[in-house]
């Protein structure tokens, strides 16, 4: 059973980066099929895509983040990574880190983590 | 706006058939499979279906999926009140080259 935890800060300045890593344990990043995502909620809100990185570095970002993203992996600690630049309140959400099939569907999350972006 | 529609809400009393919906275009569900999920308070989501119709083990067979045209549903039958939770849906968009969610319908059990 992949079980996923992310980590980082729960508190940013604004026009700082935002910056999360995702370990995952029970299963290798780099094994093939499976896309490594993140995905965020607004407090109160719906679901949205970030993007995702899957074996040998690829990434998938959501157009609407693209040019203030950076995704990574580090295979040898199992992890991978999101940095998110020059945010502002409008970023602060619960961010997940989940595991996409190949497949379809997004079938294991991390329990999520709240960053807020104040002051 | 998402650009995937669902009903803000949902009702069914114990035992009943309920049925979500998830309107979309063809360039989302038209084209692609559509994937839902379950989120109750303060916790993650979960996968319920996915590739349109198929369930992750463990999920129950009380729930299933489907899809016509540039719609979508998940069908909830046998009701019980640990089913009254926010329900996504998900489908890639071609157009948008992203992943896109609805926008979340919440179910209530009476």
């Known amino acids: 059973q992949v079980h996923l935890q992310e980590s980082g800060p729960g508190l940013v300045k604004p026009s700082q980066t935002l910056s999360l890593t995702c370990t995952v344990s029970?299963?290798?990043?780099?094994?093939?099929?499976?896309?490594w995502s993140w995905i965020r909620q607004h407090p109160g809100k719906g679901l949205e895509w970030i993007g995702y990185i899957f074996y040998s570095g690829n990434t998938k970002y959501n157009p609407s983040l693209e040019s203030r993203l950076t995704m990574s992996e580090d295979t040898s600690k199992n992890q991978f990574s999101l940095k998110l630049s020059s945010v502002t309140a409008a970023d602060t959400a619960v961010y997940y880190c989940?595991?996409?099939?190949?497949?379809?569907?997004?079938?294991?999350w991390g329990q999520g983590i709240l960053v807020t972006v104040s002051s | 706006q998402s650009v995937l529609t669902q009903p803000p809400s949902a009702s069914g009393s114990p035992g009943q058939r309920v049925t979500i919906s998830c309107s979309g275009s063809s360039s989302n569900i038209e084209s692609n499979c559509v994937s839902w999920y379950q989120q109750f308070p303060a916790t993650a989501p979960k996968l319920l279906i996915y590739?349109?119709?198929q369930r992750p083990s463990g999920v129950p067979d009380r729930f299933s999926g489907s899809k016509s045209g540039t719609s979508a549903s998940l069908a909830i039958s046998g009701l019980r009140s640990e089913d009254e939770a926010v329900y996504y849906c998900?489908?890639?968009?071609?157009?948008?080259?992203?992943?896109?969610f609805g926008g979340g319908t919440k179910l209530t059990v009476l």
């Open positions: 998900a489908a890639w968009d071609d157009s948008l080259s992203a992943l896109i």
């Open positions: 029970g299963g290798s990043i780099s094994s093939g099929g499976y896309y």
């Open positions: 989940a595991r996409g099939r190949g497949s379809g569907g997004f079938d294991s």
């Open positions: 590739r349109c119709n």
